[in-house]
């Protein structure tokens, strides 16, 4: 069974301030690691990729990854209303030849004005 | 970018009534794509694979011959719910990744499908 947990959340966060998403996972097989951002009604949107560990930075967007640890994290530096929605981690794995991904539950992040 | 449409955005349809629902890549080929179906307040879960020219690969609980899944061409999936009950009634997406890339999938914006 591979498994993604995520605190379910809800986080808040004041405006301005930096949000942290964390997430682990149970497959260590997995090589490749996704955030989506989900906003109510929505379906989810892509917003970083990360596949070796360390760090990888997109705008105000950071990606963390630590494989031995099975642990991937997200932080979103000056937190802006916009970024209220759910936040959802995925990790790959391969099944009969296709690359598959299993979601976390998502956390609801919520940002305060 | 890799932009997946969907079509319908949301139906309503009587229960015992059939629903197709159409996923297209639009600007990239798409060999795989795959069917997701997600309830109020819940993850998305992978109901099948949609494999181009061959039978597409179902989720353990999954009922294929209710959810029908056909694979037409590079660019095109689409989803039958076929004899439809007010269980099925559900947030269905698809996605697709890009060929030669690290495994993204690219959802489409999904079909809001509600059975009465």
């Known amino acids: 069974q591979k498994e993604v947990e995520q605190n379910s959340g809800p986080l808040s966060v004041p405006e301005g301030a930096i949000a942290s998403l964390n997430c682990t996972y149970s497959d260590r097989g997995s090589q490749s690691f996704f955030w989506y951002r989900q906003y109510s009604g929505k379906s989810p949107e892509l917003i970083m990729s990360?596949?070796?560990?360390g760090d990888k930075e997109d705008g105000r967007f950071t990606a963390q990854l630590n494989k031995a640890s099975q642990y991937v994290s997200l932080l979103i530096r000056d937190s802006q209303p916009s970024d209220s929605a759910t936040y959802l981690c995925a990790v790959n794995f391969r099944d009969f030849g296709n690359e598959k991904l299993t979601f976390g539950t998502g956390t609801r992040l919520t940002i305060i004005p | 970018g890799a932009v997946v449409s969907q079509h319908p955005s949301w139906v309503i349809c009587k229960s015992g009534t059939s629903v197709k629902i159409e996923c297209r890549s639009l600007?990239?080929?798409?060999?795989?794509m795959f069917w997701y179906r997600q309830f109020p307040k819940q993850s998305l879960m992978l109901m099948a694979t949609s494999n181009e020219g061959s039978k597409a690969t179902y989720e353990q609980g999954v009922e294929k011959d209710k959810f029908l899944i056909n694979h037409a061409s590079l660019t095109l999936s689409t989803l039958t719910v076929t004899s439809a009950h007010p269980e099925d009634s559900s947030f269905y997406i698809c996605?697709?990744?890009?060929?030669?890339?690290?495994?993204?999938?690219?959802f489409g914006p999904g079909t809001r499908l509600t059975v009465t």
């Open positions: 996605s697709a990744p890009l060929a030669g890339g690290g495994y993204e999938q690219y």
């Open positions: 600007d990239f080929q798409a060999t795989t």
């Open positions: 990360i596949y070796s560990n």
